[in-house]
């Protein structure tokens, strides 16, 4: 029963921004490892960037400096703030959850796609 519920994505012109949120339940949240992982379409999936239950944030070169992966206990959510989107951003975006012995939880993803 529980899930990870994506919003935020869609189509932005390059040098654009898009906010992606993920939500779930549960006061166990707090406790989990997520990250947010992309796949382009005839690409493997590929961690963008990830935050610990501590805090502790670590990016892909190819977004350091423009994404920015934040939390939000409270509110169960996680977000991932794009900023200065390009065309190579273009992928479906995926929320996950590290559960440790429950094991991973994906979202279904939510396409981005930065064109022109």
């Known amino acids: 029963q529980v899930q990870l519920v994506e919003s935020g994505g869609g189509l932005v012109q390059p040098g654009g921004s898009l906010r992606l949120s993920c939500a779930t339940s549960?006061?166990?949240?707090?406790?989990?490892?997520m990250g947010w992982y992309r796949q382009a379409v005839g690409k493997q999936r590929e961690l963008v960037a990830s935050i610990s239950s501590g805090g502790t944030t670590k990016y892909a070169d190819s977004v350091q400096g423009r994404f920015t992966i934040s939390r939000d206990n409270a509110k169960n959510t996680m977000y991932l703030q794009m900023n200065s989107l390009k065309p190579e951003d273009t992928a479906v975006y995926f929320c996950?959850?590290?559960?440790?012995?429950?094991?991973?939880?994906w979202g279904q993803g939510t396409q981005v796609t930065v064109s022109s």
């Open positions: 549960g006061s166990i949240f707090s406790r989990y490892g």
């Open positions: 996950n959850a590290d559960r440790g012995w429950l094991g991973y939880l």
